[in-house]
């Protein structure tokens, strides 16, 4: 099954995956995953949490990402964290989070590739792509 949304990771969130060495097929794994109503945790607002497993390791020790999600449309990653450093968000992060889900969703396809064209945003290569 392919994803049938556009994928996208917020700068942040490329810097925090490239260090822990998340491959984007974890991430296509994720989107596919809420693509078929499997969320670990709708957070409203545009907003949910998956989870990633580590290299060699399950999901429950893993990572937590935080992504823009719409169905049949786009998901954009926008934070990420070990679940052994950080339990959760915290009550303004996820304010602050909700709002930039806000703003992601709002933008159309133009704004996607000029925010892509100044480094805001990578587009993440799914293999049936």
Known sequence: MGVS????AFK?????????GIKDSDL????????????DADLGGGLIKQRIARPGEGKSGGYRSMIVFRVGDRAVF????AKNRKDNLSRTDLKALKELAKTLLDYDDSYLKEAIKFGALKKVICDDE
């Open 12 to 20: 942040p969130f490329v810097r925090f995956y490239r260090r822990e």
């Open 28 to 39: 296509c794994e994720a989107v596919k995953r809420a693509e078929r109503g499997l969320v």
């Open 78 to 81: 926008v934070h990420g964290f």
């Open 5 to 8: 949304v556009k994928i996208y």
